[in-house]
C-alpha cells in the first residue's frame, strides 16, 4: 500500500473500542448467567483502497469482527464510523443506502446461495431492493457482472447446483459487486476451495479491487493467502487485536508472542529452509470467562506477573511502518508510550 496516497490514509471504517457480547442463558426461565465475549473492546481503522488480513484461531472472533462492522449483528457497545459517520446514529433510509457500499462474501459459497433461484435472479436481488435501473438495465448488470467475474451469459439461468466450488464463490463476488460496493468484507473466502481455484480466486480479488477502487477486510485462518494478498495485518486473539501492521512487519518482524507462535506455524515452500515451532502449552481459554490481565498469559511462554494482572494496550512500535502490539514485554517499548 502507498501511504503516500492521500486517500490511503484517510480510514474508510473506523471502529472504536467495540464489543460483540452473546447472552448465556440457563435454568428453567433462562436467565442470563454469563456473556460470550466474542469481541471484547476492539479498535481499529481501515484505510481506503487497502486490503486489511485479519488473522487468529478459529473461535477468536474474527468472523463476529466483521459482521459487526457491517452492522449484519451490530456491536453490544462502541461505535463504528464509515466515512466518518457513526453508523449507529443513521436512521433507517441512510443504513439502507449505506447496504449498497457495504457487501460481505460469505465463507461456504453454496449454503449462501438460495437453492432455488437461478444466479441471475440472486445477483440481481440487491439491484431490486435498492430500485437500481429497470428490468432491462438489471439484466444488463448482471450479465456485465457475470463476465467480469469470468463466467457465460448463459450461466444466467441455471441454479447453484449446477456449478463447481470455485464458480459458486464467483457468483457470491457478483452479487457482492452489483450493488458498486466501496468496502467488502471477505469472510474466509477461498477455504473451502481447492488450491488452484484458491490462487484464481485471490487473483480476480486483486484485479477486481483495482478496477473497481474497492477496500477489503480479509478474514482468515490462513497465512500464506493473508500474505499474498493483504497490505496490513491485524491478529485477533480471543477478541482482542493483539498485534496490527504492514505485512512485511508482521511476516518478518512479529512482536507478539502469539504472533510469534502463529508465524512459526506457517508452512515454507522451500523443504532447506527449516523454522523453530512455538508450541504453545494450554488450550484457548473460554471467552465467557477470559483471563484477567492478558488473555494470553496462561499460555505465554514469556508471561510475568505483570501480564496477569494488568491489560497491555496497544502500544507502537514502528512509528514509520505502523507496527503496534498489546504486549508488556515486546522489546523496545515503553511504558506508558503513546499509541
Known sequence: MNTENSQTVRSLVKVKNVTKYFPV????????TGNVKAVDGVDLDVFYGETLGLVGESGCGKSTL??????LDPPTSGSIEYEGNSIADMDRR????????????FQDP?????????????????????KIGGVKDR?????EMLAKVGLHENHIIRYPHEFSGGQRQRIGIARALVTDPSFLVCDEPVSALDVSIQSQILNLLTELKEEFQLTYLFISHDLSVVEHISDRVAVMYLGKIVEIGDRKSIFENPKHPYTLALMSAAPIADPRKK???????????????????????PRCPIAEEICEQVTPELITIDGMTGQRAACHLVPGVEAGAEL
Open 25 to 32: 442463558r440457563s435454568g428453567v426461565f433462562r436467565r442470563t
Open 94 to 105: 441512510a443504513r439502507k443506502q449505506l447496504r449498497r457500499k457495504i457487501q460481505i462474501m
Open 66 to 71: 466483521g459482521r459487526a462492522m457491517m452492522y
Open 139 to 143: 439484466k444488463g448488470l448482471v450479465m
Open 275 to 297: 523454522r523453530e515451532i512455538i508450541l504453545l502449552e494450554g488450550d484457548v481459554p473460554s471467552p465467557i470467562d477470559p483471563p484477567t490481565g492478558c488473555s494470553f498469559h
Open 110 to 130: 453454496f449454503s449462501s446461495l438460495n437453492p432455488r433461484m437461478p444466479i441471475g435472479e440472486t445477483i440481481s436481488e440487491g439491484l431490486i431492493v435498492h
